[in-house]
C-alpha cells in the first residue's frame, strides 16, 4: 500500500483533530466578524445613535451605552484592534523570543548563560507593573505602541521554550551528520534546524497571540490603552466606571469579556490540537 | 514445558490499520532453559517478549494462548496478569537505565513496589542484600537516588530487582544493548549465574547481537517479520543452520581479526516487508535465495529434527 | 545546592537593582511635571504658587544632580522611605501601601495556596479517567482563557446585583469601622469571597490543565511502565506520577506570579478592594507618580521573596537538586 505523502499526511491529521477543528472554527467566526463587522454597521464607535441604556433590539443588535453609543459598533472595532495586538504583539514577543532563545540554545557556553540570566530577570519581573509604569507617564498612546511594549516584555516565555527544543534538535544526530559532512553553520540552521522548528515555532506563536490579548485586555481595563481607539478592554473598562452593573446593563460588559475568552480559549485549544497533529505520540487511538 | 506458546498473534493498532507484528507463533521453552530470541529491527522479538507480560496499546491481543508451568496466563487480561507479574514472569526491560523512580531512594522503591504486591519488605531484605552482593553492589545504593548510580550499576539493580521473587520466567529485552564490551559480558554472565542459582527458571534473552547468545543461550530462535522462522540449540544455530534467512545471518556476522580487504563484509540484500499489509506466504520469499512455487504458501514451523524447529518450505522437502 | 541558590541570588540582585533603577528612571524622563500640577490644581497666586513649588521641588528632593537624586533613592529605600504621597500629601507612601498590604495578603494567599492545590488535584483525577478528562479538561481551558477582570465583573453582576446575596465592593461594609468583632470579620469575608472566588477560579483551571498534562507524561515514562510490568497496583503507579509531576508546577508556580499580580489588579479595581492594585489605579488617576513607583517596588519586593520562598521549596522537595549539587555519589 502506498504511504500518503507527507504534507497530505499532515493535512489528513489536522482535519481529523476534533480540537483543531474547534478551535479553528471558532477563531474563524471571530476574524470574520472584526473584517466584516465594520462594513455591517453605518455608525462609528463613539457616535451618538440613540439615547442611551437601550437593551439589544432589532436596530441595535447590542444595544447602547449609557451615552448612547452602539455597542455592537463597539465590539466589532474593538475585536479588530484585539486582533491586531495579539498579531503584532505576539509576533514581536515570538521574534524576539526566537532571537535570544535560539542563540542561546544554538552556541551554548557563555552565550547562553548570559541570556539565559537576563531571561530569568526580565522574566521575574511582572511585566504588567512595568507597563502601567511606562503607559502611566505617556500622554498619549497609540495602537503600535501598546503591542510593541507588550511584545518587549511577553518573550522571556517563547525565549526559554525556543532555547530548549533548539538544544535538544542541535544534538540530534542528524545535524552532527550535517556538521560532519562540512555545512557550513548558516546552512545548517537553514536546511536541518529550521524545519523541524516550524512547526515548533507555530504553537509557540500561538500561546503568545493568546498571551498578547489577555495582557492588552488587562490594560486597555485599568485605563491605560490607547487613547484614541475603542478595544474590547476599554468597552469594559467603560462598562464598570459608568455602572453597567447597577443599571444591569449586560450587553455592555457581556460580549467583550466573552469574547476575548472564546479567542483565547480557541487559540489555547488550537494549540493542543496542532501538537497533538506534530507529535504523533500524543495522538489518541 | 516451563512456557508453552500458541499460536499467539498480537497486531499493533495505528491509525492506518493493524500491523501484523507477530503472526501465529508457536513454540515452548524448558525448565531452566536460557533461549536467545535473535532477528533484525521490527521483526517482532521486543513484541513477543512484551505481550507475555504487558501487552497494552497499541497492541491488540487477536489470538492464541500461553501457558506457564502448566497454567495459561491470561495475557490479554491487564488486571488478572498482575497474579502472575513479578512472581511469575518478570522482565529487565530495555529502558532499564530509567525503570527506576529518579525521586525516590531506591530502597524506599523497593519497599514501596513490594508492599504494594503484598510481599513482606523486612522479611525479603536479607535475600535482598544477597544478591546485591551477588551483582557487586554495595547495600549503600538502597539509600541513595538512581541519578547517584552508573548505567552499569542501575542495570544490574534492575537486574535484582525484577528477579528477587524467583520467577519462573525472565524475559530479558536488550539489557546489554547500551553497554560496553565488557560490561556486555559481566551482565550476560550474570544471568547465566541467576539461572544456574535458580533465581529464574527459565529466559528469553531478546537481543540483535548472536554473539551473546552464543555465549549464554542453550537454544536460539530466529525470527523474520513477525514469524519464527527456526528455533535450535545454539550450536546447531551457529553451525549448521536449516532456515536460508538464518544462514545468511550467521555468515554475515563478521570474524574476528579478518580484514575487510580479505573478507568484504555481506549484508542480506533487500529488506524486511511491510506489517501493514504483509505479503502472503513466506515473508522471507522476496529476499530468499532459494525461493520456489512452493513458498507462495505459508509454511509452518515445524520439528524437522529432534529440538529443532524450522519454517522452511525447502527444508522440509529436504527432510522428506 | 550552594551554586543553585548562589545563582538564584545573583538573579535576584540584578532583577532588583533593575527594577529600582527603572523605577526611578521612568517619572524623570516621562514628560510632564508631576509638582507643576499639584501647584496647578491648588489654583494659587503666581508668587505663593511659586514659593510652594520650590518647597516641594526640595521635599521631593528634585533640585540636586541626577546622580545624586539615584543615590538618594537607594539611600531612602533602605531606610524604609519611599517618599511622600502627593495625592493624599502628607503622607509617607510606604503608610499608604503597609494600610493596603493585608488585604492583599488576606486575597492572594488563600487564592494562591487553594487554587494551587485544587487544581493540581483535580489535573490528576482527569488524567486518570476519560470522562473526568472530558469534563475536567474543556473546563479548565475556558477558565484559564477567562479574562481576570471579566471573571470578576460576571460573578459581581451575578452574586452582587441579580441575586443581591453578595456585596461586590469594598473590603468591608462602608458603614463599619475595622475592629475585633464578629460582624466585622463577617463583613470582611463576605466582601472577601467575590474577588477570591474570581482570582481562584481562572488559576484553577490552568494549574488543572497544567497538572493534567504533566501526569499524562508522568505515566508515559519508562518507571511507570517498568512498575506495570512488574504487576505494581495503579495506585502505587499514580501516587508517583503525582509526586513527580508536581515538580514542574511547584516552578510554574514562581513564573505564574507576573500574571497573578496582573490579574489580582483589575480584580481589585473590579470590587474596589482596597490592595495595593486598586491602590494603583488610585495613584495613576490622581497623577500620584511617588505613590505609584511605591506601589511598583513594593509589588517587585514581593515578587522576588515569593519566588525565593518557591525555590527554597523546590529544593526541599525534588531530592535531586540536593544530590546532584554534591556531585557525584
Redesign the interface.
Known sequence: ?PQPKKKNEMLYFMLRNAKLRIGVAVLLIFVVLALVGPLLTKYQPRDYVAPGVEPPSSEFWFGTTSFGEDVFTQFVYGLRATFIVGLIGGGLGTLIGILIGFIAGYRGGIVDEILN?FT??V????????L???A????VRGFLFESIFIGFFAWPWAARAIRAQTFSLRSREFVDLARLSGMKPLKIIIKEIAPNMMSYLLLVYILQF?GAI??A??LD????GPTNSVSL?LM?NN??IYSA??L?M?WW??P???A???I??A???TNVGLDEVFNP?L?E? | MSLQVENLTVYYQTLRGDVHALESTTFGIADGEIMGLAGESGCGKSTLGNSLILLKPPMRFVGGRAELDNEELPIWDMEKMNNFRFKKISTIPQYAMNAMNPIRKIGKMVSELLKSRKVDFKSTLPELKRRLDLVELSHDVLNMYPIELSGGMKQRMVMVLSTLMNPSLLIADEITSALDVSTQKAVAEMLVEFRDREFVKSMIVITHDISILYQIADSIMIMYAGKLAEKASTEVIINSPRHPYTKLLISSLPDIGVKYSQKKLTGIPGKPPLLLDPPTGCRFRERCPVAFEKCLNEPSFIEIEKDHFVACWKEFEKNA | MRRYFGRKLLIYIFTFVLAVTIDWLIPRFMPGNPIQILISRAGLKAESANLIYSYYIQAFGLNVPIWQQYLNFWNALFHGDFGISIWLFPQPVIQIIMRAVPFDVLLLLPAILVSWFAGNKFGAYAARSKWLDNTISPLGYILTATPYMWLGIVLGWLFGIILRILPFSGAYSYAMMPSFSWAFVGSLLEHWILPFASLFLVMFGGWAIGMRNMIIYELEADYSHYLEALGAPKKLIRQYAFRNAILPQITGLALQLGVIVAGALVTEIVFSYPGIGYLILQAIQNHDYFLLQGCFLFIIIGVLLANFAIDITYVLVDPRTRTGMQGEG
Open positions: 500500500m540570566m530569568n530577570i522574566l521575574v519581573i511582572p511585566s504588567l507593573v512595568v502601567l509604569i511606562i502611566a507617564y505617556l500622554e493568546g489577555l495582557t485586555a488587562t481595563f485599568i485605563g491605560l478592554g469594559m462598562a464598570v452593573l447597577f444591569g449586560w460588559f457581556i467583550p469579556g466573552l476575548i475568552t472564546a483565547v480559549g487559540l489555547y485549544v505520540k495522538r487511538m
